[in-house]
């Protein structure tokens, strides 16, 4: 979860262009398990969806009393 978190902050403060990013970012992540005296590698890739801010959500601002955003 880290991993996708991390890239999904990298890719947002590069669509900011708070950074400019020079390489590519892997959307994939190795992690090796021993498994009877063996390493296996699983890979798994990254699917990241950016949600919008939560006070943006209507029915967190209604169980909060927050005020209406713009």
Avoid: C, G, W
Avoid at 9 to 17: A, G, S, V, Y
Avoid at 36 to 65: C, G, M, T, W
């Amino acid at each position: 979860m880290a991993f996708v978190i991390i890239k999904t902050f990298l890719d947002r403060i590069e669509k900011l262009e708070h950074i400019s990013i020079k390489q590519n970012i892997f959307d994939e992540m190795i992690q090796y398990n021993v498994a009877e005296d063996e390493l296996q590698q699983d890979v798994y890739k990254i699917e990241a969806l950016e949600r919008p801010p939560i006070i943006q959500n209507s029915d967190y601002r209604e169980k909060f009393h927050r005020p209406t955003v713009n």
